[in-house]
T-cell receptor
Framework: DVKVTQSSRYLVKRTGEKVFLECVQD?????MFWYRQDPGLGLRLIYF???????EKGDIPEGYSVSREKKERFSLILESASTNQTSMYLC???????????FGSGTQLSVL | GQNIDQPTEMTATEGAIVQINCTYQ??????LFWYQQHAGEAPTFLSY??LDGLEEKGRFSSFLSRSKGYSYLLLKELQMKDSASYLC??????????WGLGTSLAVNP
C-alpha cells in the first residue's frame, strides 16, 4: 500500500528554534511537495522537489528551506521558527505529471 | 486559490444529492482533481478528470467541461460522514497543482 509518512503528528516549538519536519515516501516517487494549510487560505505550496538534490520554490518559501538528499526523504526546515508559522504542514508525493497526489497525515505545528 | 473558484460553504440533508461546482482558468489545463478532507486530516483523492464528461464512482461523480473551465462533484445519497471539505485542484503544464480554497459541506440529519 502507498505510504507517505510524516515524522510527527503534533509539534510544539518556541520562537527562534530550528525545526525539522521529516517526510518519507515508499513509492519511489520522483516528485515531493511541502504545503501549509491555514483556515481561509487553503493549501499553499512552500517548496517542491522533482529529483534528489533538486528543489524549487513554491508560492511561500520565505522562512523555510528544504533538503532532499535521498529520493524517499524530503525535509522541511524552519531556520528560526516564528509564531506566524503555526500551521498544518502537509507533505505529498506524486509519481509524475497528471498523477494524483499522495498526502502524509500532516503535522500540526504550534510555535509559541 | 489562484484562478480557481468554488463555493465556501454548502449545507445539505442526509439522503439528498449535492453538487459542488468549481471554475478554473483554462490556459495550460492538464486535468482537474477533487479531494475530500475531513477536519484535522490530510486530503484524500476522490477523482481526476482530463476529458469532458461525467465519471461515476459509486455515490460520487465528477464532471468536466474543458471549454467552459468548469467542473462539478456530485454526491448522492448523502451520509453524515460526507461532512467534510471538498477541494478542487487544477493541473497545469508543470508539476504543481493550483488549489481552490475548498467547499465546506455540512450534512444535516
Amino acid at each position: 500500500d502507498v505510504k507517505v509518512t510524516q515524522s510527527s503528528r503534533y509539534l510544539v516549538k518556541r520562537t527562534g528554534e530550528k525545526v525539522f519536519l521529516e517526510c518519507v515516501q515508499d513509492m519511489d516517487h520522483e516528485n515531493m511537495f511541502w504545503y501549509r494549510q491555514d483556515p481561509g487560505l487553503g493549501l499553499r505550496l512552500i517548496y517542491f522537489s522533482y529529483d534528489v538534490k533538486m528543489k524549487e520554490k513554491g508560492d511561500i518559501p520565505e522562512g523555510y528551506s528544504v533538503s532532499r538528499e535521498k529520493k524517499e526523504r524530503f525535509s522541511l526546515i524552519l531556520e528560526s521558527a516564528s509564531t506566524n508559522q503555526t500551521s498544518m504542514y502537509l507533505c505529498a508525493s506524486i509519481p509524475g505529471r497528471g498523477e494524483k497526489l499522495f498526502f502524509g497525515s500532516g503535522t500540526q505545528l504550534s510555535v509559541l | 486559490g489562484q484562478n480557481i473558484d468554488q463555493p465556501t460553504e454548502m449545507t445539505a440533508t442526509e439522503g439528498a444529492i449535492v453538487q459542488i461546482n468549481c471554475t478554473y482558468q483554462t490556459s495550460g489545463f492538464n486535468g482537474l482533481f477533487w479531494y475530500q478532507q475531513h477536519a484535522g486530516e490530510a486530503p484524500t483523492f476522490l477523482s481526476y478528470n482530463v476529458l469532458d464528461g461525467l465519471e461515476e464512482k459509486g455515490r460520487f461523480s465528477s464532471f468536466l467541461s474543458r471549454s467552459k473551465g468548469y467542473s462539478y462533484l456530485l454526491l448522492k445519497e448523502l451520509q453524515m460522514k460526507d461532512s467534510a471539505s471538498y477541494l478542487c485542484a487544477r493541473a497545469g503544464n508543470n508539476r504543481k497543482l493550483i488549489w481552490g480554497l475548498g467547499t465546506s459541506l455540512a450534512v444535516n440529519p
